[in-house]
Nanobody, 121 residues
Framework: QVQLVESGGGLVQAGGSLRLSCAAS????????MGWHRRAPGKQRELVAA???????NYADPVKGRFTISRDNAKNTVYLQMNSLKPEDTAVYYC???????????????WGQGTQVTVSS
């Protein structure tokens, strides 16, 4: 009933930039916190950044000052602007959203399918 569709991944040289987008669609009543996680090869998945419906943000230490998360509540879309990319940012990036769907009393966490980001040195 809910889909999260990501776009914007790809291959970029170190120092470059990419912008990820993720749009939520379906029988949505409300969208609370949205965020981005990533899983690098051989590593555990980690939170990159998150943003509440009111616009409060938090970032993982490795990306502070380089990545910016934002959202468009009218479009149920979250963005991740990634600047000064480093090879260690290479990972599959997943969009997440806490969504309450119609006729449900509670919210659930939904995940996108993932988009590959590769940063070459």
């Amino acid at each position: 009933q809910v889909q999260l569709v990501e776009s914007g991944g790809g291959l970029v040289q170190a120092g470059g930039s990419l912008r990820l987008s993720c749009a939520a669609s379906g029988s949505i009543l409300s969208v609370n916190t949205m965020g981005w996680h990533r899983r690098a090869p051989g590593k555990q998945r980690e939170l990159v950044a998150a943003i509440t419906s009111g616009g409060s943000t938090n970032y993982a230490d490795p990306v502070k000052g380089r990545f910016t998360i934002s959202r468009d509540n009218a479009k149920n879309t979250v963005y991740l602007q990634m600047n000064s990319l480093k090879p260690e940012d290479t990972a599959v990036y997943y969009c997440t959203a806490e969504i309450r769907i119609k006729y449900h009393f509670t919210s659930d966490d939904y995940w996108g399918q993932g988009t590959q980001v590769t940063v070459s040195s």
